[in-house]
Nanobody, 118 residues
Framework: VQLQASGGGSAQPGGSLRLSCAAS????????VGWYRQALGKQRESVAT???????DYSDSVKGRFTISRDTAKNTVYLQMNNLKPEDTAVYYC?????????????WGKGTLVTVSS
């Protein structure tokens, strides 16, 4: 199983970016998926998660600004980031709990850098 993240880049404060993360490989189903980020010198933190039933959870720092969604048919998760702030600058990682038939485990995508500055 491989996760490919895309959509990172630079934005000005108040701007928007949309991240995507697509899973490929021998996938039976995908349970919880999420986005995490790690700023320079800080620990990785959870940004947003979405369960297979659609229940979402957001960190307080992004509530009302970020929206996580998923396309089950495409094994893809998205993160729409609006009203970006400089403190959103970080490397963003996607994570999916994937059932491959005989086992289930978390898979991480390679990070994508988001830079917010004027």
């Amino acid at each position: 199983v491989q996760l490919q993240a895309s959509g990172g880049g630079s934005a000005q404060p108040g701007g928007s970016l949309r991240l995507s993360c697509a899973a490929s490989g021998s996938i039976v189903s995908i349970n919880v998926v999420g986005w995490y980020r790690q700023a320079l010198g800080k620990q990785r933190e959870s940004v947003a998660t979405i369960a297979s039933g659609g229940i979402t959870d957001y960190s307080d720092s992004v509530k009302g600004r970020f929206t996580i969604s998923r396309d089950t048919a495409k094994n893809t998760v998205y993160l729409q980031m609006n009203n970006l702030k400089p403190e959103d600058t970080a490397v963003y990682y996607c994570k999916m709990f994937v059932d491959i038939g005989w086992n289930g485990m978390d898979y991480w995508g390679k990070g994508t850098l988001v830079t917010v500055s004027s």
